[in-house]
């Protein structure tokens, strides 16, 4: 089965400060990658998605994430980070063989000071 | 656009009572799920369904019970509460079907307490 690693639990930065955040995932064939987003008091929603083609895929609010195959990797950056970035990050996989099972990592919580 | 429902939002339960959590989706969504969130371990799958009438097991099923005899509506039962058990559970639904390509909907969460 998939699993989802996220080593940053907690990441501090100022504003107009450049992001990354990992993603690591463990399985051997295909798979779907996502991050979600979720805003203080409000409920997870979608920020990027790849399933093929292109592996740097270009989400909302200038988010971004590299497919690396190789470093089985899915990291999210972003060029500078603004206040209202404050939020938990959730990195997810879908497996070939196993697509009905959506499986988040454990979460990555940002906090940006102005 | 009402898009994914739950309720109760917040609900403060005994141990060893029974109770359940409700999930409605006006999406005409084929594939619901629930969540359950807690501090440092992210979102883990309870249950899942792929169409109504189908249900099958996430990665912590235990002392869950789901049911789907609609499409709309994706109730979880816990049938006799635990401590363990407190946490906020997200529904979700997606267009999918078995193969989720597509993005999961998310409602707004139920915060409950197990005392």
């Known amino acids: 089965a998939q699993s989802v690693s996220q080593h940053n639990h907690h990441v501090i930065l100022s504003e107009a400060a450049s992001l990354e955040l990992g993603c690591n995932y463990s399985?051997?064939?295909?798979?779907?990658l996502f991050w979600y987003v979720q805003y203080p008091g409000q409920h997870l929603q979608l920020l990027l998605k790849?399933?093929?083609?292109?592996?740097l895929v270009k989400g909302i609010k200038g988010f971004e994430a590299e497919f690396i195959k190789s470093k089985f990797s899915f990291n999210l950056r972003k060029p500078s980070v603004q206040w209202s970035d404050t939020a938990e990050y959730f990195c997810?996989?879908?497996?070939?063989?196993?697509?009905?099972?959506?499986?988040f990592g454990t979460g990555t919580r940002l906090q940006v000071f102005p | 656009n009402a898009g994914v429902t739950q309720t109760p939002k917040f609900q403060v339960l005994k141990t060893g009572q029974s109770m359940t959590l409700q999930c409605a989706q006006d999406?005409?969504?084929?594939?619901m799920s629930w969540y359950r969130q807690d501090p440092g371990m992210g979102l883990r799958l309870i249950h899942y369904?792929?169409?109504?009438?189908?249900?099958d097991q996430g990665e912590v099923p235990n002392g869950y019970n789901v049911s789907r005899s609609t499409t709309e509506d994706f109730p979880l039962r816990l049938l006799s509460a635990a401590p363990s058990q407190t946490s906020v559970y997200f529904c979700?639904?997606?267009?999918?079907?078995?193969?989720?390509?597509?993005?999961?909907?998310f409602g707004e969460g139920s915060r409950l307490t197990v005392l």
């Open positions: 979700a639904s997606s267009a999918g079907g078995r193969y989720l390509g597509g993005e999961l909907f």
């Open positions: 399985y051997g064939g295909t798979v779907n």
């Open positions: 790849y399933f093929s083609g292109d592996p």
């Open positions: 997810a996989v879908t497996a070939l063989g196993n697509t009905d099972k959506l499986i």
């Open positions: 999406m005409n969504h084929e594939y």
């Open positions: 369904s792929v169409g109504a009438g189908i249900t």
